[in-house]
């Protein structure tokens, strides 16, 4: 299907982007380290069960173990446990508009890392047009300027530097050892689970089960889906986008939240669609060199034209 990408690449935003909710609602009754656990334990399950089943699971792939665990690392335990901390401190909009920041660091990592990603004029503009439409989103000069937390801030920046550094480790050590998806979601998210069930303090956690909303949202928003279905659409972006254009993913989260806000009694007016319009030119901005190479682009505009 020539249109997968495109459709992954949307998908893969919109859930990434109801996380947030999510957290939030857990957060009431979690610690950021239980979440993630938990987050982490449901997301395994499932795709452990289809990489059973498709034979994907090899024993050579071992001799990678290391890869693994920086990649366990980077997308997983300290990407969850830093959003899962910031958006405990912030407000959901400063912590969803932050989280946008991530292709930032995923170009300047590119640059530095891989020699066939160039920081030209398009995904400058692209990457200048999305941070203002961010900024925009979390409107920091507006309000009460405590309601910024430095230490959320701070977690939400950290976060976003582990992820975007994901996308280009993965595209560098881990993608040309040819493992299928489901076997490379199934190492990083098992390693993660080994790692965090040694340091999370589980006194408390069952208290989710109190609230039905937020028990469904941990197990299917963050675990199922946010999780387990994320790396496998995460891992076919890179492999058949680049880490670049698969980080753009990240500018559609900050407008999922606003759209979730309305849902929920939040006022939307002209300030928050010019933003909103910003951080789409965004992602067509830094799409556009992809679409000019041998390389497929999942925004690639003679694709867009056809549909």
Not at 226 to 242: E, P, Q, V
């Amino acid at each position: 299907m020539k249109y997968l990408p495109l459709m992954a690449f949307w998908l893969l935003g919109i859930v990434w982007g109801s996380n947030f909710i999510y957290m939030k609602m857990a957060a009431e009754y979690l610690s950021p380290l239980q979440i993630v656990f938990l987050r982490v334990a449901f997301g395994f399950a499932p795709v452990f069960i289809y990489a059973y089943f498709l034979g994907v699971l090899k024993r050579s792939h071992f001799k990678h173990l290391p890869h693994f665990v920086v990649m366990s690392l980077l997308a997983t335990s300290v990407y969850y446990f830093s959003f899962a901390k910031g958006a405990s401190l912030l407000p959901s909009g400063i912590a969803g508009a932050l989280s946008g920041t991530i292709p930032l660091f995923a170009l300047l990592f590119s640059v530095l890392f891989l020699a066939e990603e160039k920081a030209n004029l398009m995904r400058v503009l692209g990457l200048l047009s999305g941070l203002t439409g961010v900024v925009l989103i979390a409107k920091p000069f507006a309000g009460d300027i405590g309601a910024t937390n430095l230490e959320g801030v701070l977690y939400m920046t950290l976060g976003s530097i582990s992820v975007g550094a994901s996308f280009i480790y993965a595209k560098r050590y881990v993608l040309p050892l040819n493992i299928p998806a489901a076997a490379l979601t199934t190492y990083q998210l098992a390693l993660s689970l080994i790692m965090l069930s040694i340091i999370t303090p589980f006194e408390g956690i069952e208290q989710i089960t109190g609230d039905l909303h937020a028990s469904l949202g941990l197990i299917i928003g963050l675990g199922l889906l946010g999780t387990g279905l994320a790396y496998l659409i995460y891992y076919f972006i890179i492999a058949k986008s680049g880490p670049v254009v698969a980080s753009s993913v990240t500018y559609i989260p900050p407008v999922v939240a606003l759209v979730i806000g309305a849902f929920l009694g939040e006022a939307i007016g002209l300030y928050e669609v010019f933003a909103t319009a910003l951080i789409l030119v965004a992602i067509l901005l830094i799409n556009k060199k992809q679409a000019s190479e041998s390389e497929p682009s999942v925004l690639k505009g003679k694709h867009l034209r056809e549909s």
